[in-house]
């Protein structure tokens, strides 16, 4: 069965720093591109970040460009998601998600559960 | 960036009725490359529907999606309890790819 977990999301002061983390198993971790996609409370879904199967290309929304960086281990199968220079509205629900091919730019068929991240003095 | 518009922004059925959800585009949508998710109340999203015609593995074939260019539709033909959420579109034929802002399918 595929699973993603995430953690490391928690309470945080504006301008401070996070590392999300994503544990996957159940499938090749290195043969799929994977993407972070938040939600704001009440909000709709936007894509964040993804990165290719090798980790050898990255991408970014430019809300966060500049900020996050996004990088993968594949001998944990595990992804992360560095966060500088945070600012209240990154406050959200962060999804890791699988994407279907090596490249991000597909659809994503699994997704983790979330975790939350809040920024706020 | 390719700006997705979701129509209506509630939609109030009863089970057994049929959904028609629209999913509008700025732009063209390169080679159909939209998917449909669907999101209850504190549960991550779920992939329906890709390629913008396509069912994701175990999708039940009362859903079913449609469309190309700049319009998109996804249809439940006869609402089940379990089908009241959330459902939004999404584009990855151009980056940065782009979600709808998702239509609200709640109980009459």
């Known amino acids: 069965e595929v699973q993603l977990v995430e953690s490391g999301g928690g309470l945080v002061q504006p301008g401070g720093s996070l590392r999300l983390s994503c544990a996957a198993s159940?499938?090749?971790?290195?043969?799929?591109?994977m993407s972070w996609v938040r939600q704001a409370p009440g909000k709709g879904l936007e894509w964040v970040s993804g990165i290719s199967g090798s980790g050898d290309s990255t991408y970014y929304a430019d809300s966060v460009k500049g900020r996050f960086t996004i990088s993968r281990d594949n001998s944990k199968n595990t992804l992360y998601l560095q966060m500088n220079s945070l600012r209240a509205d990154d406050t959200a629900v962060y999804y890791c998600a699988k994407v279907v091919e090596p490249h991000y730019d597909f659809w994503m068929d699994v997704w983790g559960q979330g975790t939350t991240v809040t920024v706020s003095s | 960036e390719i700006v997705l518009t979701q129509s209506p922004g509630t939609l109030s059925l009863s089970p057994g009725q049929r959904a028609t959800l629209s999913c509008r585009a700025s732009q063209t949508v390169t080679y159909r490359y939209l998917a449909w998710y669907q999101q209850k109340p504190g549960q991550a999203p779920r992939l329906l529907i890709y390629?913008?015609?396509s069912r994701a593995t175990g999708i039940p074939d009362r859903f079913s999606g449609s469309g190309s260019g700049t319009d998109f539709t996804l249809t439940i033909s006869r609402l089940e309890p379990e089908d009241f959420a959330v459902y939004f579109c999404?584009?990855?034929?151009?980056?940065?790819?782009?979600f709808g802002q998702g239509t609200k399918l709640e109980i009459k």
């Open positions: 999404q584009q990855y034929g151009s980056s940065p790819q782009t």
């Open positions: 390629g913008a015609s």
């Open positions: 159940g499938f090749i971790f290195s043969s799929r591109a």
